[in-house]
């Protein structure tokens, strides 16, 4: 009897633990984020804004879509994993092999994202007017 009571109690710790870890985990997540224009020789576009809660939440956008790191053509990256900015891998100037430059990197992923529900009808976000994401300098 005493040795089930104590396999319960240990359930039920584990299971706090892993809630008390994913809050504070989830803590940590931005509401909003500026994405900078970092390492352009000119910079032409303003850096764009965007709500990082609703993209998660509302848009159900999974982590995935946007944090990466490749590892045999698989992405390797999960929830938990340092986020690294988007120039530490995508060169602001050039695409290296399989890695897009910078602007493409980001045009491929948040335009192109954008692009698919107004084909389907939906508008999901602005795509046809540069200023609409990108704030003026």
Known sequence: MKKSAL???LIIFSGLIFFTM???SAADIPDDVTVENQGYKKNQKGS??????KHS????????????EY?????IWKEGDPVKKCVDCHNPEKS??????????????????HKEPNKAGKKNGPTTKCNDCHAKE
């Open 71 to 75: 590892k045999d053509g698989k992405n």
């Open 48 to 53: 764009v804004h965007l709500s990082h809660k």
């Open 7 to 9: 396999g319960i109690y």
């Open 57 to 68: 939440t509302e848009y159900n956008v999974a982590c995935t879509d946007c944090h990466h």
């Open 96 to 113: 290296e092999g399989n890695i897009k430059k910078l602007q493409l990197a980001f045009h491929s992923n948040c335009k192109d994202c």
């Open 22 to 24: 994913g809050v504070l």
